[in-house]
């Protein structure tokens, strides 16, 4: 998982600073394949290391702080759009999520592993 993001992020990066209209839209396609596939093995590992009594429940607050959550970035990053330009925002954003996915996924891989 931390490997798609890292990847997610890079290819985010990548079509906010990329200038060539093939090139953008190739990163958005992989983009989008990316987070498909992160979204799936998120879910699935909830699912997998969730009681079964709890599924439900996880799942429902699982979609409920997703979806908020998302409307706040999404709100950030217009805010920095307006000020800056879109494509600065786009690549802050991929920054930024590399960033905390290394604090939530990767510090919880190297406890992980050990």
Known sequence: MVTI????????????VS??????????VV????STVFETLLNTSIQLRVEESFRGRISGFYGLTGGGLRELGGMQAGFVAEWTGAPFAIAVGAVVLVIVGYVFLGLRVKNFAQ
């Open 5 to 16: 993001l890292v990847l997610f992020s890079i290819c985010l990066f990548v079509f906010a």
């Open 19 to 28: 200038g060539d209209l093939r090139l953008a839209f190739g990163m958005l």
């Open 31 to 34: 983009v989008g394949a990316l």
